[in-house]
């Protein structure tokens, strides 16, 4: 249970145990089982953010009054100079491991302190000597090296800055030599220390952090690790993708409440809407199915992402959650769409219907739940549609016009039927 | 915390390996490397001396192509160096593995000719200088140049396929040098 709820509880023990709800016993029982429910919270916050901000503005500092001097010293002085940021940082490590290991906004600042001074480093190093390198190479090799940066001081913005380092790489080398897809096994390296943070508790903003930089990286990932060997199967990767996100953060963490701790479902759902809107015009399947070929996908590392979305989908009939049955059915509906083969009739419905049952269920569920996040959502989809069919030229005006007003006639309904409810609960 | 010290250690090694390595290389290069004179091509002030460094382009920047097989784009391949009649250096040719005998640059591809011709890019195309350099050295150079005239030139190092700038030198003087015998812009 996160902090807050703690907190929670124990503020309405007192009175649940003056009404004679709960005894006094059951009471100090849960106080006991739960512990101290620290009300610092926010103090320490910004004790770790100011340690991480510090660390990284010494680091910055650090590197502005050395190059100020730089031309007047000579090459094996400057040479010995480029080491003090990483021998300053590696110090400061081992003080936190020794004596402050027990803080996490020493953890924090030292680890991302570290983590910038290896790349100053080798910056400096190569300042030096007029060494142009190879910037993909620079990156990875940086990434790399503070890799153990993470596990050792257990720090969560190393990690975050290592999957950006990784993303960037992959980047750059995606467009020269297609090797993109080794983006994943390396972004995985840094996997294990969100189980590790999360194992406790995983709605701790910490983790919800990690997940948003690992999935919004991801995104990133899926587009690189195709890039000019297997851009044709961009379609069910991305899909996929979006699809088994929305499902893996139903499927653990479907408590968080504010959207920050749910980033798997928020990228997974943005994800999906977007990719969806996108194939709901006609000229985009015309345009991929020259170029398609879902066999090959079959072939590469990539196959990885739609086996995930199928397990996790499966796995989330069991439970039963339309919604989460919905966006991770987007993989599957672009299967049908492609194997109908009819991207000006059936298969364009199909998509369509599809946009379509998405925005309609998230605002029924939002009525139904009292949630007005989930109903804004689906007015967001459903308007996105409408607006993206008013303006999509492949339709005559007669179907256009049609299709509307038989959509508005069912928000209108609906509307009516729902106002005769909230009159009747009154 | 022991262990965790005696791991930080390792890992500490091995980072500080990463920089070692490469100064141990260009010191290696430098001090043992032969010397040659690469021809710097006129460049746009404006574009060459962005920044913190100089952006060096040399007038050669094709050779034959040595090997069997049609290269590409973004390849790696290795440059022959020699020194040419007139005192600079002259790139033989480009293989797709390295020549014996003789002195060699490692570089990239940029475009295969038909005709069997490499477009090839250095592997040492920076320069750096001090920001507030920079612009005296584009004055320097905007003041001092007619493009027929100037005589720039990078000397590199070069062994074993690594190479090591080692000074720019514009008319016929290291750039720093030049630099501290200009007038102050008044």
Not at chain 1, 381 to 393: E, G, P
Not at chain 2, 41 to 46: G, H, L, M, N, S
Not at chain 2, 65 to 87: C, F, I, M
Request: charged share 15%; net charge positive.
């Amino acid at each position: 249970m996160s902090k807050k709820n703690v907190q929670w509880l124990y503020e309405e023990l007192p009175g649940l145990v003056g009404k004679g709800i709960l005894p006094v016993e059951t009471a100090e029982k849960l106080r006991q089982h739960y512990g101290d429910a620290e009300t610092g919270g926010g103090k320490r916050w910004a004790v770790v953010l100011f340690g991480i901000l510090g660390g990284a503005l010494i680091g910055a500092g650090v590197i502005l009054l050395l190059a100020h001097n730089w031309d007047d010293l000579t090459r094996p002085v400057r040479a010995v100079i480029s080491f003090l940021p990483l021998v300053i940082a590696v110090t400061l490590a081992a003080f936190t491991l020794g004596k402050r290991a027990g803080s996490a906004a020493w953890r924090e600042g030292v680890g991302t302190f570290w983590t910038l001074s290896i790349g100053a480093t080798i910056s400096l190093v190569a300042q030096t000597y007029n060494i142009s390198g190879d910037f993909a190479a620079f990156m990875l090799t940086w990434s790399l090296a503070a890799l153990p940066v993470v596990y050792l001081l257990n720090a969560s913005t190393p990690a975050m800055l290592y999957w950006i380092g990784v993303t960037t790489w992959a980047g750059h080398i995606a467009w020269r030599d297609q090797t993109g897809w080794w983006f994943w096994p390396l972004a995985a390296l840094a996997v294990p220390h969100v189980w590790w943070v999360a194992r406790e508790n995983r709605y701790r903003p910490r983790v919800g952090l990690l997940l948003w930089v690992l999935t919004v990286c991801g995104s990133f990932g899926v587009g690189f690790s195709m890039q000019g060997r297997w851009e044709h199967t961009w379609m069910p990767v991305f899909a996929s993708y979006y699809a088994a996100l929305y499902l893996a953060g139903s499927l653990w963490f479907d408590e968080g409440r504010a959207f920050w701790q749910r980033p798997l479902q928020t990228v997974g759902a943005l994800g999906v809407i977007v990719l969806a809107i996108i194939l709901t015009f006609g000229h985009e399947w015309r345009r991929l199915l020259e170029i398609a070929d879902w066999q090959a996908l079959l072939h590469t590392p990539l196959v990885i992402w739609p086996g995930a979305a199928v397990t996790l989908w499966v796995h989330a009939w069991t439970r039963r959650e339309p919604v989460a049955l919905l966006f991770g059915a987007l993989p599957v509906v672009v299967l049908i769409a492609t194997a109908l083969n009819d991207f000006d009739g059936v298969s364009l419905v199909l998509m369509n219907l599809y946009v379509l049952g998405l925005g309609v269920t998230l605002i029924a569920l939002g009525v139904r739940d009292r949630r007005l996040g989930v109903v804004n959502l689906g007015m967001l989809v459903t308007s996105a549609l409408i607006i993206a069919r008013f303006l999509d030229s492949d339709l005559s005006f007669v179907v256009r016009g049609l299709a509307f007003i038989a959509v508005g006639i069912g928000f209108l309904v609906t509307n009516v039927v729902l106002l005769r409810r909230k009159g009747a609960a009154q | 915390m022991k262990l965790g010290l005696a791991i930080l250690a390792v890992v500490a090694a091995g980072q500080l390996a990463i920089p070692a390595y490469m100064i141990h290389r260009q010191e290696t290069t430098l001090r043992e490397g032969r010397p040659y004179k690469f021809k710097t091509a006129p460049v746009d002030p404006y574009d060459a001396f962005r920044g913190r460094y100089v952006a060096l382009r040399f007038e050669q920047d094709h050779a034959p192509w040595r090997g069997t097989n049609q290269t590409s784009y973004r390849v790696k391949a290795y440059a022959l160096v020699e020194e040419g009649a007139d005192g600079f250096a002259v790139v033989r040719g480009v293989f797709p593995t390295p020549p014996v005998p003789g002195d060699y640059l490692k570089v990239q591809v940029n475009y295969a000719e038909p005709t069997n011709s490499v477009y090839f890019m250095m592997p040492f195309d920076q320069y750096y200088m001090e920001e507030t350099q920079a612009p005296k050295a584009e004055r320097a150079y905007r003041d001092n140049n007619r493009r027929t005239n100037v005589n720039t030139y990078a000397v590199v190092r070069v062994k074993d396929g690594y190479s090591a700038l080692e000074e720019l030198y514009l008319n016929g003087m290291p750039m720093r040098e030049f630099l501290r015998q200009q007038p102050a812009k008044k």
